[in-house]
């Protein structure tokens, strides 16, 4: 994987210990290290590094080197500090899904990708100090399995009782406001959120595209005061060392594991009525089919 320079990495570290330090912190004078030639260099190698096809522009990774990667830099560089930036639409493309349905990928302009990406590297540091445990989708060093040890691991201490929940169309129905709301507890830059809205806005209404470098960020963001009540549930109920309720949640999948001992019965109903509590807030929908409990 390419790495960021030492200087874009050491500003990343001190900007996640911030963060940590200081849970009440909002950041601000974030702007001008998105648009450092460095910051959108390391973007440009992420973007080159997951390949990809071009977007609505038909511009290939190809063409950009033939041309010149420091030139097409420049020119974002410039438009972001001139604050005349405006994302491309993005291309659509149809994945096949289980049942006959399929899935909308969104598939930015590799200047898009790049913009997208500089601004990722930037917050990242600053929520990944907000995430919880319990989170595994998308983000630096966790991985599917790493959440399919911590559920193996929950069963075998009789964490046997299984709540597991699936969103329903979850990507498509964020909303911007609240999203936007989410990430200004954190972010004190007008420059940033401008960036921000206008790149929301490029997907319609509501909903962050499948296919963005920022959806994942975004989307766990989004659910992070789920997260958070989990972990709250999870202390609650501890007993010493064990704890009687676990959970993983991998994007928009969520599993939830209790002690199957008969007086942890009614965590069970407990847990549910507060999950979907969280979710009605956010104006997310379970998708009951494919949930159980």
């Not at 990495?9 to 001008?32: H, M, N, T």
Request: charged fraction near 30%; proline fraction near 4%; charge should be positive.
């Amino acid at each position: 994987m390419t790495k960021a320079s030492i200087d874009l990495q050491d500003l990343r570290r001190r900007i996640c210990v911030k963060a940590k330090a200081e849970p009440s912190w909002r950041f601000w004078g974030l702007y001008v290290h998105v648009c450092k030639a460095e910051t959108l260099r390391a973007a440009y190698e992420m973007a080159k590094e997951n390949d990809g096809a071009p977007g609505t522009d038909g511009v290939t990774f190809e063409a950009i080197e033939a041309q010149g990667v420091e030139a097409l830099l420049e020119q974002l560089r410039n438009e972001l500090t001139t604050h005349t930036y405006q994302p491309l639409p993005a291309r659509k493309q149809e994945i096949p899904k289980d049942g006959n349905k399929v899935r909308i990928l969104s598939i930015p302009a590799i200047r898009d990708r790049v913009v997208q990406g500089a601004l990722k590297l930037i917050l990242e540091p600053v929520f990944e100090a907000d995430f919880q445990p319990g989170s595994f989708g998308y983000r630096p060093k966790r991985t599917a399995h790493d959440a399919i040890k911590l559920v193996s691991d929950a069963i075998a201490q009789r964490k046997t009782r299984v709540l597991d929940f699936d969103l329903r169309a979850y990507f498509d129905n964020v909303r911007h406001d609240r999203m936007l709301e989410k990430v200004a507890q954190r972010i004190n830059d007008p420059d940033v959120m401008r960036l921000l809205r206008v790149m929301l806005k490029t997907s319609g209404k509501k909903g962050v595209p499948q296919g963005s470098v920022l959806s994942p960020l975004l989307s766990n963001l989004y659910l992070n005061e789920v997260d958070k009540m989990l972990e709250r549930a999870r202390e609650i109920t501890r007993n010493g060392k064990f704890t009687n309720v676990e959970y993983a949640r991998f994007a928009h999948d969520l599993v939830i594991l209790i002690h199957a001992h008969k007086r942890h019965g009614w965590l069970i109903g407990a847990v549910t009525k507060r999950i979907r509590e969280e979710f009605a807030k956010l104006q997310v929908e379970i998708n009951d089919e494919k949930s159980r409990s």
